[in-house]
């Protein structure tokens, strides 16, 4: 079964972000990913280098699949919040598909991504559906159709540590305010211990400051002529800066010259020694993870860690 594709963005849209985002020196999460280049990156970096932070979460959702789907009744569109999961949910839907009738629905500023997905899942045939769009925009819209063209119930899940890539204002609230009362929300985070250690930190900083990763995060760059003749990445392991309790891992394209950086018919101006935050992925320790998703308006329903590894699934509903 072929998948439609809806478009809820455009190319200027992207370019007039963009452009802000180089002025303030933070770019967002999904510029490592939208355009072919890019795709192939983060596509490279999961399944070729045996990235352990996409490929052990993945060995552990495909062990916890099937008390997923009991924890579910009925059956229920999937709506998948961000192309980064790659092929993740498929290992929920052909699991689904042994109990209740499924559909799949893919929202993403990365029209390569989702159709590289899309190619993977052709041998599934339930409706499946594409939605080009930012996932903190037009959620509201996108699981009404859902609701009336399909099943009543919904399924969101945000995997892969997207939803610590995003502050979590910016990204609850639109989810929060798609969703009905026996919906659910199912997330990937990473957790951390409660007291990291040196080696910890400094493992965690191994997983990240490698080629293949650094590679994929330089590709924010795409869009202007920023490169590693300019500087190179900076990768550090410490506090949020405005939520010290959760940890976070950053990295920073630091210049080792100065340069005028022109981009849709402006200069911006970026001296040596200035950095740009290229991106960041929180770590929550399980007990603030808690009171993150409490706070912003979810219930857990079920809880599935991981505490060896330092992974999370986590089941949620409406407060």
């Known amino acids: 079964m072929t998948a439609s594709y809806n478009h809820y963005t455009t190319t200027k849209n992207f370019d007039t972000e963009y452009l802000k985002a180089l002025q303030i020196r933070r770019i967002p999460p999904k510029y490592k990913f939208i355009g072919q280049k890019n795709a192939k990156a983060w596509i490279d970096t999961c399944l070729k280098s045996d990235y352990e932070y996409y490929s052990k979460p993945y060995k552990f959702l495909d062990s916890i699949k099937s008390d997923i789907s009991k924890c579910i009744s009925g059956d229920v569109n999937l709506i998948a919040l961000g192309s980064p999961n790659l092929t993740k949910d498929k290992l929920l839907i052909e699991e689904f598909q042994k109990t209740k009738q499924v559909t799949y629905s893919l929202v993403d500023s990365s029209k390569e991504l989702a159709s590289y ?13 594409v939605f080009i769009s930012d996932i903190t925009q037009n959620l509201d819209l996108i699981s009404t159709q ?18 610590g890539t995003y502050s979590q204002e910016i990204i609850s609230k639109p989810i929060r305010d798609a ?37 994929h995060v330089m590709q924010v760059f795409s869009k202007c002529d920023i490169t590693t003749d300019d500087g190179y990445m900076e990768v ?4 949020e800066k405005f ?11 630091k210049f080792t010259r ?15 020694g200035e950095r740009i935050l290229a991106a960041y992925s929180n770590k929550y320790k399980l007990e603030v993870l808690r009171k993150v998703i409490n706070t912003h308006g979810f219930s857990i ?4 860690i ?11 509903q409406l407060n």
């Open 179 to 215: 969703m009905k009362r026996d919906d659910y929300l199912l997330i990937e985070v990473h957790i951390t211990p409660d007291e990291p250690s040196p080696k910890y930190i400094q493992n965690v900083l191994n997983s990240y400051n490698n080629t293949f990763y650094n590679s």
């Open 306 to 316: 991981d505490k060896e590894n330092g992974y999370s699934e986590i089941l949620c």
């Open 258 to 272: 100065s340069r005028i950086v022109k981009f849709m018919g402006e200069d911006i101006y970026f001296s040596k």
């Open 236 to 239: 550090h392991y410490g506090e």
């Open 146 to 163: 859902l609701r009336d063209n399909y099943h009543s119930k919904n399924l969101f899940t945000i995997l892969t540590n997207t939803f």
């Open 301 to 304: 329903k079920k809880e599935f």
């Open 117 to 129: 997905i899309i190619e993977d899942f052709a041998n599934i045939n339930i409706p499946k559906e």
């Open 243 to 253: 939520f010290p309790d959760i940890n976070v891992v950053s990295h920073y394209f």
